[in-house]
């Protein structure tokens, strides 16, 4: 099984009733194992009996929907023994309740959850539910965002993987229009006959595959298409070797959970663990 052992931050800030939904969701993976990881900060020390008291009050709640649960308490910064203490006990994912920040606290104070995502060589899923969603299932409808690249082959165990599948599956790609309209008519057939590989690979997990090609800024087009098409969870590779602008300024991987308006789930590339 891929998904089998999990690692969640908990800050102990997220409500609990939506915090279980998340727990919920990630049993319909095949998830059976997880662990509570909170850490603890220079500022909250003489917390530490109270912050134990409810990591245990919370692994009760979550050993009720018949999962395993171990919980830890780390100190040091955050997102480093996150991504750090996760590699260490050999979890098949790291999963986030994601809280939306505004823009202008992400540029001042940064983020802990966009650097667990850039720090990561474990697949994560970021946790984002629309209100209207149903609290025990989060993909019937899934889009996978692929650039034909190294990570399609990291990627597609998990979409074919029987626990993860979902009743429509969109596969898309977002590409640049070529210099000529010669260019561009090879690159356009091209690009069919791979979203059309694509989608034969992964015909037999779902009812229903469609693809979908567009030109654009990638970060727009995926969260647009998955609007369009209310989508319920993103996948997305994750490049192994950003380029360096990339490197400066966040892969789009990053930037999809900040931008989307559903889940997230970002799968590193070949070479990444």
Not at 59 to 78: K, N, P, W, Y
Not at 201 to 211: G, K, L, R
Not at 232 to 243: R, S, T, Y
């Amino acid at each position: 099984m891929m998904l089998q052992t999990a690692a969640i931050k908990v800050s102990l800030e997220e409500p609990r009733g939506r915090f279980l939904e998340m727990a919920r969701c990630i049993k319909s993976f095949g998830t059976e194992k997880i662990y509570l990881i909170h850490v603890l900060t220079t500022q909250r020390p003489n917390k530490r009996d109270k912050i134990i008291a409810s990591l245990r009050e919370l692994a009760d709640s979550i050993r009720e929907l018949d999962f395993t649960v171990e919980i830890h308490l780390r100190q040091g910064q955050i997102a480093t023994e996150i991504v750090d203490f996760s590699r260490e006990l050999g979890v098949d994912f790291v999963c986030i309740y994601w809280i939306p920040k505004g823009a202008l606290r992400n540029i001042l104070l940064g983020s802990i959850d966009s650097d667990i995502l850039r720090m990561s060589s474990l697949p994560v899923f970021v946790y984002n539910r629309k209100w209207y969603q149903s609290p025990t299932r989060i993909y019937d409808r899934v889009l996978y965002a692929t650039d034909f690249k190294a990570t399609d082959s990291r990627v597609m165990p998990y979409l074919q993987n029987e626990n993860f599948k979902a009743d429509t599956l969109f596969i898309l790609h977002v590409g640049e229009r070529a210099p000529d309209p010669y260019a561009e008519k090879r690159r356009l057939n091209r690009v069919y006959q791979d979203l059309q590989r694509l989608a034969g690979e992964c015909s037999q997990a779902y009812s229903h595959v469609e693809t979908i090609e567009v030109v654009g800024r990638p970060k727009s087009q995926i969260v647009r298409q998955a609007r369009m098409h209310k989508v319920e969870l993103i996948v997305i590779g994750k490049a192994d070797k950003p380029k360096p602008l990339e490197q400066l300024m966040g892969s789009t991987a990053e930037a999809i959970p900040h931008k989307a308006k559903c889940s997230v789930f970002i799968i590193p590339g070949v070479g990444s663990r």
